[in-house]
């Protein structure tokens, strides 16, 4: 859990491993102005439409980017795990085009998007990585564009629990375990299933000793299986070299 003492740790930890960063840039970032707050599941950080006047920094929790339908369904496009600053575009584009939901239990930093437009503009460093950053998530996009259009169902499942995988790892956390935070539901409105199916495929990965449930709790018993099912590269996160 991240402490008052080093908010922002997290994020100077992910933004490191996307530019090289000074300890002038690490400074500048502790600086930041912000707003700490702690919010329920299911609470929305930011709405399609609105005018995009902070950043949410994600300390403690999980979070989703979704956009709706008009007929009142959602289609999640993108989880996020402490560390993250969602919706960086907001920068440069004046208006959010979805919305931001916390998926769990959250705390959050909201940074002013001008002050995070400052610090980008002073820091080339920082500037670097954010740009990183946003690249990354548009080839995030495309991954998941991929995996509901053209991959079965297990395939889906098996793939979004690989990224999840790498994400925690690359967080420090064990690379082998998975912990769920969202509903069944949420990942059917990842994966563009149904309820009923999520459940059908993580019985079948258990089945097959791929992967080991306990309630929410995922242990990945065959990776090298996992893997394969989920047709899963891990070059597209674009992780550090």
């Known amino acids: 859990m991240a402490t008052d003492d080093d908010i922002f740790g997290a994020a100077i930890t992910k933004l490191e491993r996307l530019a090289l960063l000074d300890e002038q840039d690490r400074a ?36 989703c980017r979704q956009k709706a339908a008009g007929d009142g369904g959602r289609q999640i496009v993108s989880f996020h795990l402490p560390g993250d600053i969602i919706a960086l575009q907001t920068l440069m584009l004046p ?30 460093n ?17 991954e998941w564009v991929l995996n509901v259009g053209r991959r ?14 790498v994400l925690a790892s690359a967080n420090g956390e064990a690379p082998d375990r998975i912990h769920l935070p969202m509903t069944q539901s ?27 449930r306990d309630k929410r709790d995922i242990r990945i018993i065959d990776w090298p299986t996992l893997q394969q099912i989920a047709d899963f590269d891990a070059g597209y996160l674009h992780p550090a070299s």
Do not use: K
């Open 28 to 63: 500048a970032i502790r600086a930041l102005p912000h707003e700490l707050r702690t919010v329920r599941a299911n609470t929305y950080l930011m709405r399609d439409g609105e005018e995009a006047t902070h950043c949410a920094i994600l300390l403690d929790g999980f979070a």
């Open 95 to 124: 208006r959010a085009d979805h919305d931001v939901q916390t998926i769990a239990h959250a705390r959050i930093a909201r940074v002013p998007v001008p002050a995070l437009r400052s610090l980008a503009r002073a820091r080339p």
């Open 126 to 142: 920082i500037r670097d990585a954010f740009w990183r950053d946003t690249l990354i998530d548009a080839s995030i996009f495309r």
């Open 152 to 165: 079965d169902a297990r395939s889906r499942i098996a793939h979004m629990l690989c990224e999840l995988a």
């Open 186 to 212: 949420d990942i059917a409105d990842a994966t563009g299933l149904t309820s009923v199916h999520v459940n059908r495929m993580l019985q079948e990965l258990d089945r097959m000793d791929v992967i080991l």
